[in-house]
């Protein structure tokens, strides 16, 4: 079973809720369908209309009526709460000098991850760039893994040697986590590459934002990826900015869904997890059947593009305030489980309080976790085998402190005492 679809305690209680009045639906601003009264609703199929309609490039679109279910809807809630409240500990962590280097935060994106991780398994791959947190966690990471990584300790899924930028979960199909703009999509597509050739019949999703998308290797990857039909969803996370540049005057074409000409592509409102895992499951099984295609998620970061920036010089505080009012995709879910009787305000009050005791749990749990060994300075580098050794001149170049070695296997021979003493 999928994690991001968990039971919660809440599930079973939901039958014996109190009905809420139509009136409180309708003020919720979300249409309901159908969705029946059994003694197990957890499991019946609610059916709900995507926000927008799909706006399709080369392709037919699919249904806007998305199938759900009361256990998903809470799933997604518990979820996309946790990211905010991470990503919200994160700043903060960042901000008391505890968390060095860089950092992108993902609040308001939060519905991409959950909507692309409830339409894939972990077999299928995904693979990203530096704004990587929420998708790990996504993933199946843990809050303690992403802390510790941001502080650069040991119990980091990169034993805290990657930061921010370079989270990884090979185990659960996430390849990254990477710093160079756009350079994730070839890597992506090499990913699909294998699958195709080792039969796997799984897919690759190989997220970029909108800025990476004026890059020539992106056209590169396109092409190959359309000449050799690889099982590839490039997934073009549209929050409209890229590092302080508004998306009008960096792309002629913003219409990022149709840019990759004979790939066919989607516009999905990224802002509404069920439109999102309704367009990922449609991508996957096209992928496996022709080939490429292109997802565009219109979507909001709250958030300035990293930490270094405020995010109000090249926006308007209006602009954030009334994407938060209108789209954002926590309360998206909170009136659905609200307009479908699933659960009630303070259940889901409370599930806030719990995501808020996980958070800090997890953060005094990464503060315990010593930082690397010195020993790790050269771990993890290459490659075992398949690489170049870190010798004497690169040591003596970029570490004149460190003491002389000849090989890899020589500095890890030493007793780590004595390492950083000349
Ligand atoms: C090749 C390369 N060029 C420039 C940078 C500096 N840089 C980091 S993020 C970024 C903006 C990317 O914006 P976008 O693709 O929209 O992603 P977002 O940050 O909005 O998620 C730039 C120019 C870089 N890391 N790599
Ligand atoms: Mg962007």
Same mark, same amino acid.
């Given at each position: 079973?999928?994690?991001?679809? *968990?039971? $919660?305690?809440?599930?079973?209680?939901?039958? *014996?809720?109190? *009905?809420?009045?139509?009136?409180?639906?309708?003020?919720?601003?979300?249409?309901?369908?159908?969705?029946?009264?059994?003694?197990?609703?957890?499991?019946?199929?609610?059916?709900?209309?995507?926000?927008?309609?799909?706006?399709?490039? !080369?392709?037919?679109?699919?249904? @806007?009526?998305?199938?759900?279910?009361?256990?998903?809807?809470?799933?997604?809630?518990?979820?996309?709460?946790?990211? /905010?409240?991470?990503?919200?500990?994160?700043?903060?962590?960042?901000?008391? !000098?505890?968390?060095?280097?860089?950092?992108?935060?993902?609040?308001?994106?939060?519905?991409?991850?959950?909507?692309?991780?409830?339409?894939?398994?972990?077999?299928?791959?995904?693979?990203?760039?530096?704004?990587?947190?929420?998708?790990?966690?996504?993933?199946?990471?843990? &809050?303690?893994?992403?802390?510790?990584?941001?502080?650069? @300790? /040991?119990?980091?899924?990169? %034993?805290?040697?990657?930061?921010?930028?370079?989270?990884?979960? %090979?185990?659960?199909?996430?390849?990254?986590?990477?710093?160079?703009?756009?350079?994730?999509?070839?890597?992506?597509?090499?990913?699909?590459?294998?699958?195709?050739?080792?039969?796997?019949?799984?897919?690759?999703? =190989?997220?970029?934002?909108?800025?990476?998308?004026?890059?020539?290797?992106?056209?590169?990857?396109?092409?190959?990826?359309?000449?050799?039909?690889?099982?590839?969803?490039?997934?073009?996370?549209?929050?409209?900015?890229?590092?302080? =540049?508004?998306?009008?005057?960096?792309?002629?074409?913003?219409?990022?869904?149709? /840019?990759?000409?004979?790939?066919?592509?989607? #516009?999905?409102?990224?802002?509404?997890?069920?439109?999102? #895992?309704?367009?990922?499951?449609?991508?996957?099984?096209?992928? &496996? @059947?022709?080939?490429?295609?292109? &997802?565009?998620?219109?979507?909001?970061?709250?958030?300035?593009?990293?930490?270094?920036?405020?995010?109000?010089?090249?926006? =308007?505080?209006?602009?954030?305030?009334?994407? /938060?009012?209108?789209?954002?995709?926590?309360?998206?879910? *909170?009136?659905?489980?609200?307009?479908?009787?699933?659960?009630?305000?303070?259940?889901?009050?409370?599930?806030?309080?719990?995501?808020?005791?996980?958070?800090?749990?997890?953060? $005094?749990?990464? %503060?315990?976790?010593?930082?690397?060994?010195?020993?790790?300075?050269?771990?993890?580098?290459?490659?075992?085998?398949?690489?170049?050794?870190?010798?004497?001149?690169?040591?003596?170049?970029?570490?004149?402190?460190?003491?002389?070695?000849?090989?890899?296997?020589?500095?890890?021979? @030493?007793?780590?005492?004595?390492?950083?003493?000349?």
């Amino acid at each position: 079973m999928p994690p991001l679809r *968990r039971l $919660t305690s809440l599930s079973c209680t939901i039958s *014996r809720l109190h *009905r809420l009045p139509l009136l409180q639906a309708a003020a919720a601003g979300v249409r309901p369908s159908s969705s029946s009264a059994s003694s197990d609703q957890s499991a019946d199929t609610i059916t709900v209309e995507t926000s927008v309609p799909f706006l399709s490039h !080369k392709c037919e679109p699919p249904s @806007r009526v998305v199938k759900t279910t009361a256990d998903e809807l809470l799933g997604f809630f518990r979820d996309m709460a946790r990211m /905010r409240r991470m990503e919200l500990a994160a700043d903060a962590l960042y901000k008391a !000098k505890l968390v060095r280097g860089f950092c992108h935060l993902y609040d308001g994106q939060e519905a991409v991850g959950v909507g692309v991780e409830a339409a894939i398994t972990r077999r299928d791959a995904v693979i990203t760039a530096y704004r990587d947190h929420c998708v790990f966690l996504a993933r199946g990471g843990t &809050l303690v893994e992403v802390f510790a990584e941001l502080m650069g @300790r /040991r119990a980091g899924c990169a %034993k805290g040697k990657g930061g921010s930028m370079h989270l990884y979960k %090979k185990a659960n199909g996430f390849y990254g986590g990477h710093g160079i703009v756009g350079a994730q999509v070839p890597l992506g597509c090499g990913l699909a590459f294998a699958q195709k050739y080792l039969k796997e019949g799984t897919v690759t999703f =190989t997220i970029y934002g909108d800025g990476a998308a004026n890059q020539g290797q992106l056209f590169e990857a396109f092409n190959i990826a359309a000449l050799w039909d690889l099982p590839v969803i490039l997934v073009c996370e549209n929050n409209h900015y890229g590092m302080g =540049t508004a998306e009008w005057r960096a792309s002629k074409n913003p219409a990022y869904y149709k /840019r990759g000409d004979y790939v066919p592509g989607l #516009k999905v409102d990224g802002m509404d997890a069920l439109a999102v #895992k309704q367009a990922c499951s449609f991508a996957k099984e096209h992928a &496996l @059947r022709t080939g490429p295609i292109i &997802l565009e998620m219109d979507t909001y970061r709250y958030h300035g593009h990293s930490m270094s920036d405020p995010g109000s010089t090249y926006r =308007t505080r209006d602009e954030i305030s009334g994407v /938060r009012q209108e789209r954002d995709p926590v309360e998206r879910i *909170r009136k659905l489980v609200l307009s479908h009787e699933i659960a009630s305000a303070a259940q889901l009050k409370e599930i806030e309080k719990e995501v808020r005791k996980e958070v800090d749990e997890a953060i $005094t749990q990464a %503060k315990e976790s010593p930082m690397p060994d010195p020993s790790e300075l050269f771990t993890n580098v290459f490659v075992d085998g398949c690489g170049s050794e870190v010798n004497y001149f690169m040591t003596q170049i970029i570490f004149p402190s460190i003491e002389s070695f000849q090989t890899t296997a020589d500095f890890m021979a @030493r007793p780590s005492e004595s390492i950083g003493k000349k």
